[in-house]
């Protein structure tokens, strides 16, 4: 009875200390960490046909620019006897890249329905239809002729990415120990940064970067798919899914068993029937429901702000200028391509260091201190294109700026924004809660698509100051807003929210029951009083 109360008022905001104590003394929590190889290949086999999937076409696109426009007017002068207007091909091939963000965001619509219905492991199965049907009809598309199959098939692939950047954290959160809970998230992150240095060698010109082979760099996204749907068949659906919403007792005992490698799960079980028994009388929240929760505001509004200021902080303006600067410092064209790889290097390297080091230093130091070195970096970098002419080894801080900007997303930003997702919110909220983030995202992917060529061709060098200064926003905020979560249940995390922001109107309901309770205490006094004072002249 006292457990479940102390669990209700966390929710609530209003919080009594005895939880944070029994999570200290329970001897489960202080032995180590329990994990299993199928945890890992869950993890591996879950982000390869998904968020690397993501990182791959984003830097796919980059190769085979020239042939693919080369491919439009070619197939408008078959149809139309007439060569392509230039301002049409441009805008066709501007479609063909930002329709993807399109797709993304349908993608993050569907996907709480999907999870919610299929289970968090069959929605990534399915969602493999989507990046074969996209491969197929962008590698068959020079052979049919038709280049609207390429337009349709990004917007089905960013269909594929807007699920699979919601339903991928969603479940390693849910299979992932809470003591490597933040690790195991970074492999989002790991896996988006091996796909775009993916992209990036396989559209060189010695494999796939030439005229005769460019459909094959659309159709290799087909490998990583298939891995996935041939593997995770294989492994468990998140435990606390089935526990909390299928009730299937037995099946997520095994699955504990398989992810945590040990035969004894009933602390885990009873951990998850204890926030079962908590949300009993709770269905499954849309986001209006959450949206209007407000002991959730803090935790939504963290979302949203880490969402956009990953989309935001101009990391698409680090990729736009990267080979004019490289040009400026000297390097021909031909090497260009090769010194590029370097830049997919250092966000492997950045995200598997972020991985290794967050379980040591916790969330809130790697993602504060990433939006703080972007910063720092940004403002060096104006100064040096700018003054650039002035002297040369100005051109070469450049490229170290840019490698350092690149390395400082990578540590904090690029990953820990779905990490926080899933451990903020309940297991009835969290599907809400990743279609708010994912909307967020893929909202923020296209206005940055949209609006940098006007920023860019207005501000020139000056663009990284705005983008300078989101990363100052977004890290002023998280200063003064985010708590740490690193090795915490969620109800010690809303106890943090609670005692780090409490919004206006619960501090003066505090102050008005603690006014309240002073009177009733007065009142009880005087009552007493009274009532001794009767006794004493009854006996006289």
């Not at 457990?3 to 209700?8: F, G, Q």
């Not at 992932?176 to 796909?195: D, E, F, H, N, Y």
């Not at 100064?383 to 400082?408: E, P």
């Not at 003066?508 to 006014?515: G, I, L, P």
């Amino acid at each position: 009875m006292s457990s479940t109360e102390n669990i209700m008022e966390i929710d609530g905001v209003k919080i009594k200390e005895e939880s944070n104590g029994e999570s200290k003394d329970n001897p489960a929590v202080k032995k180590k960490v329990d994990w299993s190889a199928s945890l890992i290949v869950a993890s591996l086999a879950g982000a390869f046909g998904s968020s690397f999937l993501y990182g791959y076409n984003l830097s796919v696109v980059n190769a085979p620019t020239v042939f693919v426009k080369k491919f439009y007017n070619e197939t408008w002068e078959r149809r139309y006897n007439q060569s392509i207007p230039e301002g049409t091909v441009t805008l066709l091939w501007t479609i063909s890249v930002s329709i993807f963000a399109i797709g993304g965001l349908v993608g993050a619509l569907i996907v709480t329905p999907a999870v919610k219905y299929f289970g968090r492991k069959r929605t990534l199965l399915l969602n493999n239809v989507f990046a074969i049907v996209a491969a197929l009809l962008m590698a068959f598309s020079q052979l049919a002729g038709v280049l609207e199959m390429i337009i349709l098939g990004r917007f089905i692939m960013g269909i594929d990415g807007g699920v699979s950047l919601s339903a991928l954290p969603m479940y390693l959160s849910e299979i992932s120990p809470k003591q490597i809970r933040g690790s195991l998230g970074q492999i989002t992150a790991i896996l988006i940064c091996v796909g775009v240095f993916s992209g990036q060698v396989l559209g060189l010109p010695e494999i796939f970067g030439k005229e005769s082979m460019w459909p094959y760099l659309f159709g290799m996204i087909i490998v990583p798919s298939l891995i996935q749907m041939a593997v995770l068949p294989f492994l468990p659906e998140s435990p606390r899914f089935l526990l909390l919403e299928r009730h299937d007792t037995k099946a997520a005992e095994k699955a504990f068993q398989t992810f945590l490698g040990k035969s004894d799960v009933s602390y885990e079980v009873e951990d998850v029937l204890e926030e079962s028994r908590v949300q009993r009388n709770m269905q499954i929240a849309s986001i209006f429901q959450l949206l209007c929760d407000s002991s959730k505001r803090w935790q939504i509004l963290t979302v949203i702000v880490t969402m956009a200021c990953y989309q935001l902080c101009g990391l698409n303006a680090i990729w736009f200028y990267t080979n004019d600067i490289f040009k400026g410092a000297g390097l021909s064209s031909e090497i260009i391509p090769y010194v590029t790889l370097s830049t997919g290097g250092i966000e492997i390297l950045a995200a598997i260091f972020s991985g290794l080091v967050i379980e040591r230093l916790g969330r809130r130091p790697l993602l504060i201190g990433g939006f703080g070195l972007m910063v720092l970096f940004f403002v060096i970098l104006t100064v040096c294109m700018t003054l650039q002419d002035q002297a040369v080894w100005l051109r070469y801080l450049s490229i170290v700026c840019i490698l350092a900007i690149i390395a400082s997303f990578c540590i904090g930003p690029g990953g820990i924004p779905f990490v926080l997702t899933g451990e903020f919110f309940a297991q009835s909220q969290r599907p809400a809660a990743f279609m708010i983030a994912g909307i967020t995202n893929w909202l923020c992917n296209f206005a940055v698509g949209l609006l940098f060529p006007y920023i860019q061709e207005g501000l020139q060098t000056y663009c990284f100051l705005v983008f300078a200064v989101v990363c100052l926003v977004g890290a002023t905020f998280l200063f003064f807003v985010l708590p740490e979560t690193k090795n915490k249940t969620l109800a010690e995390i809303n106890q943090a929210f609670a005692r780090k922001k409490v919004p206006l109107e619960i501090r003066e309901m505090d102050q008005f029951e603690a006014k309240s309770k002073s009177m009733q205490e007065q009142e009880h006094n005087l009552s007493s009083t009274l009532e001794n004072g009767e006794s004493k002249n009854r006996i006289v």
